[in-house]
């Protein structure tokens, strides 16, 4: 494919069709605005923001009391900003809505190849409202945390939705989080009920998680009840502390069938949410109720072209953002598709066995699994019928251009893929998918609407094909209404504000290409620095994971003489070990595709890379670990033994 023509285009239907070409006329019809292209949606939606957030209230029916005119106070605060100030909804409310076909699937469920489900949605608000009942029974109110320490159930979304009804505060973790992980994490809020189960499914292996539990509930002195729901069977509850099964909890309210929806302000605690953990304990994001809701019905509706009746997916534990932001998806219409276990089940097959069996029309997935399937020649355009399949969403690193290559050639050609980000910080997108644009190589397609994005430079001035910071520089819903345990907001404001006063600055290099896109090129605190030049440490994953014989690779600046020098370390295919030939291709490899900054001065071979529990790898971790400091956090890596393969490396003391 040219680079100078888009590798997919929106057929004629689609963008008659779609729902954002909908939106535009209703945008017109309100306001008299008429609007070109995207783009110039885009500057109507910043510029003019409360007519933008207002209009896709009205467009998505959120269901509310909107009480007056006030759309957004204080508008040039960061932070400070509010919305709707004087409306009043409920969160689950929204997600539960009475206008859905009571015998259509809701949900449905795959943990590998293990277990199957399916509920319809007169089944989930049947399960939420006797949730909620024996919630409030035994005490749970408005404010109170409720935690979940669940794989990717229909049973964690009932919880969810049953604590949001009440006004209680939700959060979650995944059940492959350790111990220390998950007191680090639920200690700070001081959950009163604790949602769990007797083990989980892991590439064909039951994996038991009562021990955990045990001991969790017996360090934490704020529970009151552990829920524990039957999943992978076996085990007995005696030895946890407060424990009772689902069955009984819910016993008493069989015979509940309505839910009370307290009726709360727009800027209610919905969710807390965790940073990453890595450079110390969690920080405890909070979100709110109206602020989620209208974020995620934007990206859903607008940017994913998320219609009644569609079957939404997104591969994802209960401990990533893309858990609340799937979840979301019933706000708009969909079947939510829920797998739990490994991905890799039938060499890579079972979800494209899933998307073929279940229509799927939204397939959301990481980098690093396209990646791999890439690495095994994964090619289910030609064994599969994926004729439902509208698009493709990536996110948790960024999307190389060959990984673009690789979806056209076999996964799909007529399909709209969507390099998406942002983060746990938002619970949304910054820079995601356009239903009506183009999809360049290599390019994430646009920013998202109501999101004043720019790239700033040091001196926070706007550049545009330029490596810079990505920063948002006016207010948007889905900010977090503050941190927990933070009364005077200093931490909210040192994590996003302290670099460019009054704008969000997200922490991520990145570039705005000739199209309106954007190319990511890492977290900024990781970017190396040889001889005072940045480089994203994505610009080299990009050309070293081309060569067949690396798996994965992690990149670092190492102090070295008064400069910084290239390390760079590979995860090679199992049997293959680094010697001066493969260790010159991939130096030549990097600076044939990049410049010789780029090149590393030295490669090192490992057995793992190391990566949180939402697979992002840990480059900060791995410099501390060079550096001989400590790192802070090691129960919020998915596998902190890998670690032991950076520690006192000869190689690297000459």
């Keep these: 494919m040219s680079e100078d023509k888009p590798l997919w285009k929106p057929s004629k239907r689609r963008l008659t069709s779609a729902n954002l070409t909908a939106f535009m006329r209703s945008a017109t019809l309100c306001w008299g605005e008429e609007f070109a292209d995207y783009e110039a949606l885009h500057r109507w939606s910043v510029a003019q923001p409360e007519q933008f957030w207002s209009t896709l209230w009205d467009v998505a029916g959120v269901v509310a009391e909107k009480r007056g005119e006030r759309v957004l106070l204080d508008a040039n605060r960061m932070p400070g900003a509010k919305w709707f100030p004087d409306a009043r909804l409920n969160f689950a409310e929204n997600l539960l809505r009475g206008d859905r076909p009571g015998n259509a699937d809701a949900l449905v469920f795959w943990g590998e190849d293990k277990v199957r489900g399916r509920a319809s949605h007169a089944d989930l608000y049947r399960a939420v409202a006797q949730t909620a009942a024996a919630l409030r029974a035994m005490g749970v109110k408005e404010g109170d945390r409720v935690a979940a320490y669940l794989p990717n159930l229909p049973a964690s979304i009932v919880a969810m939705l049953a604590t949001a009804s009440i006004g209680a505060i939700f959060s979650s973790a995944s059940p492959d989080f350790g111990v220390q992980g998950v007191i ?113 019905l934007k990206e859903h509706r607008l940017h994913s072209d998320v219609k009644p009746g569609d079957r939404l997916f997104y591969f994802t534990t209960c401990g990533w953002m893309m858990w609340n932001w799937l979840v979301s998806g019933l706000a708009s219409g969909a079947t939510l598709l829920l797998y739990d276990g490994s991905p890799f089940v039938g060499r890579g097959n079972i979800l494209f066995d899933y998307a073929e069996k279940e229509g799927m029309t939204h397939f959301g997935t990481s980098a690093k699994f396209i990646d791999a399937i890439a690495k095994i020649n994964l090619a289910p355009l030609k064994t599969r019928n994926l004729r439902k399949l509208r698009a493709i969403f990536s996110t948790g690193s960024p999307l190389v251009p060959e990984a673009f290559d690789y979806v056209y050639a076999n996964i799909k050609r007529d399909v709209q893929l969507a390099s998406i980000s942002g983060g746990t910080d938002i619970i949304s997108c910054f820079v995601l998918g356009n239903p009506l644009g183009p999809v360049w190589r290599g390019e994430i397609q646009c920013r998202g609407l109501g999101m004043d994005v720019v790239v700033l430079d040091d001196e926070a001035r706007p550049v545009r094909r330029a490596k810079g910071e990505l920063a948002c520089v006016r207010p948007f819903p889905s900010m977090p209404v503050g941190f927990w345990n933070d009364p005077d907001g200093s931490k909210y404001r040192a994590a996003y504000f302290e670099k460019y006063p009054n704008i969000w600055c997200h922490g991520d290099f990145i570039e705005e290409t000739d199209h309106g896109g954007f190319i990511i090129y890492g977290r900024s605190d990781a970017t190396l620095n040889p001889g005072g030049v940045r480089i994203g440490t994505a610009e080299i994953y990009r050309q070293v994971e081309k060569l067949d014989e690396v798996l994965e690779s992690l990149v670092i600046g190492q102090d070295w003489e008064k400069d910084t020098r290239v390390i760079l370390f590979v995860k090679l295919r199992e049997g293959l070990r680094l010697d001066d030939a493969l260790a010159r291709r991939i130096k030549d490899v990097i600076r044939e595709n990049t410049t010789p900054r780029h090149v590393p001065a030295k490669i090192l071979q490992v057995g793992d890379i190391p990566r949180t529990k939402s697979n992002k790898i840990v480059e900060l971790a791995v410099r501390n670990i060079v550096h001989g400091e400590a790192v802070k956090n090691v129960e919020a890596l998915a596998n902190p033994e890998a670690l032991d393969d950076f520690r006192d490396r000869p190689e690297l003391s000459c």
């Design 184 to 296: 680090d994490r639920f200690s700070q809020i001081e959950p009163k009920v604790l949602f769990t189960c007797d083990g989980y499914w892991y590439n064909g292996k039951r994996i038991d998680c009562l021990g955990k539990v045990a001991e969790i509930a017996a360090r934490m002195d704020s529970l009151e009840r552990v829920v524990i729901v039957s999943y992978a069977g076996g085990g007995s509850i005696a030895e946890v502390k407060h424990g009772v099964t689902l069955a009984d909890f819910l016993a008493p309210f069989t015979a509940v069938t309505e839910i009370r929806f307290e009726q709360l302000p727009f800027d209610h605690p919905l969710y807390i949410m965790y940073s990453s953990g890595t450079t110390g304990v969690p920080k405890c994001i909070v979100h709110s109720a109206g602020g989620t809701l209208l974020q995620h």
